[in-house]
């Protein structure tokens, strides 16, 4: 799998997100009426992609499930949380009800229509939306974690910063970002970067997460891939220079060996996981 | 077994030490008759402390399997490869063997008898005896890895660097590095490098093995612990910090949360490991 994995290199084409999605797609946990029940498509905001599914376990009733909702990536332009059928994200929803959570998977307003902060506000709804309704289905409203990947870890991380202009979001209790981006300042910017942060370089500091990630209270956990691509290797090294310098500690920064980008959100659950273990000893020391 | 780690804190004390020991060795793999033999306390070099225990499998005779050489911490001045009854290290061999290895554990002169580069120099002559005799317990002596915490990584490292003084020494395969020191310019200096590196500062530079990891052609392996003291997360960073400057890119350094400066290597095989599967993945690529 590993081999297979670094044969597809470190640049995102469509044949390294295509062909990592064919390598994970047979092995990914779905869910099944007996273990695994999904609610789709809730409307967490009146804008048509402001839709959550929830993953809960049959006839929970208690309340007391810590939540985690997972945010997709997609350069901020693209991406879902996929459709019933699809393998991704249904893994993530899955998995985190096999392992005592309630999984939520969301999407979110795109660029270039919708611009920063726009993801981190859509985030920051699906978390009120969670801290309402949840229990509903067996999770503890006080107890949501986000789990973000590439833009959707800019997102989590923009939340994380406060930069939605919501006055009363809940208190989330731990943030997990996959391969983000943090500190716009010192990247190369895409064109991905360009549609949802504009080419404005004075907003660049304000959109910045880098300086908040360092002084946030809520818990944070980061990864970054062996095979990502530079920009993203470039970020985790600013993360690592300002946590350091901020704190004398390290940031709780897992290196994924023999991970290309989007890989350890795929290997959720399967039995090559390398990352599933790390998320569940985080999410219970912090839950 | 993580929150009783945590609750052991990050100085490097007798109950840290012990404690970690105690929590682990319940659970440490043995070597048995049936599938893990040890030849004990051959001798690499005229020094007692130049001896070396080989774990093979029974009957083996093939002479193809990689050989993982352990280097024990114990602040340079301390420490051994482990009695044939201590749980520790025999747990490194016994679980190198269970995964396909020739496992070996080695003991080095200590300081302040044997000054910097004694470490280096025990290290590379162990791995000229290997190249010699391993192949009679089923190792392949072109397939030589080593493998050292704390001040048995700073070994390592030196060894890397070429800092023992030997002409042939045999090239390694892979070097792993737990909680090493690399960086001796910019380290706040203990007793224990005093020790072993003296206080003379000019000789920190020399001493010093970041740059020459930075430009080895040896594939290395780094991990920090999310307890370690701060003296070794400082050395992480720099690290990192050295090596994106010279290379655009992360070194294989494996963040080990929730672990302690000796957990990883203590949890080595049992059903708590972390570390283990990382090993076998860097092992498998670059063997």
Redesign the interface.
């Known amino acids: 799998m ?1 081999a297979a994995i670094r044969e597809l290199g470190i640049e995102l084409s469509p044949s390294l997100l295509e062909g990592s999605q064919a390598l994970f797609a047979p092995f990914a946990p779905r869910p099944t009426p007996q273990s695994c029940l999904v609610e789709r498509d809730m409307a967490y905001g009146p804008e048509a992609r402001q839709r959550l599914d929830v993953f809960h376990p049959p006839g929970a009733g208690a309340g007391q499930r810590p939540v985690l909702a997972f945010v997709h990536g997609g350069g901020f332009v693209r991406g879902d949380k996929g459709a019933p059928e699809a393998p991704f994200y249904n893994n993530v929803g899955t998995w985190a009800v096999q392992n005592g959570l309630i999984g939520v998977t969301l999407t979110y307003r795109l660029a270039p229509g919708a611009r920063w902060p726009a993801g981190a506000e859509d985030v920051a709804l699906a978390l009120e939306w969670l801290a309402g309704n949840v229990a509903r289905f067996g999770g503890n409203p006080h107890r949501l974690l986000l789990i973000g990947q590439s833009a959707g870890a800019v997102h989590v991380a923009g939340c994380v910063a406060g930069h939605h202009r919501r006055r009363s979001v809940p208190v989330i209790s731990g943030a997990i970002m996959l391969s983000g981006v943090y500190d716009l300042l010192s990247l190369q910017h895409s064109q991905f970067e360009e549609a949802y942060f504009g080419s404005d370089r004075a907003r660049f500091a304000e959109a910045s997460t880098l300086e908040a990630l360092t002084r946030t209270d809520v818990p944070c ?1 980061f990864t ?1 891939s ?1 095979l990502d691509p ?1 920009n993203f ?2 970020q ?2 600013r993360l ?2 300002a946590t ?1 310098a901020a704190k ?3 940031p ?4 994924q ?2 991970h290309n980008h989007i890989t350890p959100i795929l290997q959720l659950g399967t039995s090559w996981d ?1 990352l599933g ?2 998320l569940l ?2 999410i219970g ?1 912090v839950v």
């Open positions: 590993f956990l970054v062996e530079v290797q470039q985790a090294a690592l220079e350091w004398r500690v390290w709780r920064l897992l290196y060996q023999g390398t273990g790390e000893a985080f020391r």
